[in-house]
């Protein structure tokens, strides 16, 4: 019985490993996918990245060595808008997922940039450009 356990759950991890999450980019993600188009960079989205903490990122710029995550203020408890005493327990969890994935995709060599939604919500495609252009880990 443990044996079968143990085998269907190997089973269900590579389902979950081969499954696109989530199944609606959301209009932040849109907004940068849009940037990458008009500034005509290849990208994937929702890329497994086998690391420790394995995950699929918001976007992957393979020939850049580029993961971009577009963060959203409420989920990932912005610092802007959300003092560390104001934090839920979910947000807490978020980020601290987040401090972890991000260390280990620059411990396996790629780039890392994380954008808040605020901030995606204001950007201009002139500054985008520059913000994944410039950017040293």
Request: proline share 4%.
């Amino acid at each position: 019985i443990i044996y079968n356990r143990l085998k269907k759950f190997g089973i269900l991890r590579r389902e979950r490993k081969e499954k696109i999450l989530p199944l609606k980019n959301s209009k932040i993600e849109i907004k940068i996918q849009d940037f990458l188009k008009d500034s005509k960079v290849e990208f994937y989205t929702h890329q497994y990245m086998n690391i420790e903490h394995a995950y699929q990122c918001d976007i992957l710029i393979p020939l850049m060595n580029l993961v971009l995550e577009c963060d959203g203020d409420y989920w990932h408890g912005n610092p802007e808008y959300y003092p560390e005493e104001r934090l839920t327990e979910r947000q807490k969890l978020q980020m601290e997922r987040d401090n972890i994935r991000t260390k280990e995709l620059l411990e396996k060599g790629f780039r890392v940039i994380r954008l808040w939604e605020n901030e995606i919500k204001e950007m201009r495609l002139e500054e985008f450009q520059n913000k994944i252009k410039n950017h040293n880990p």
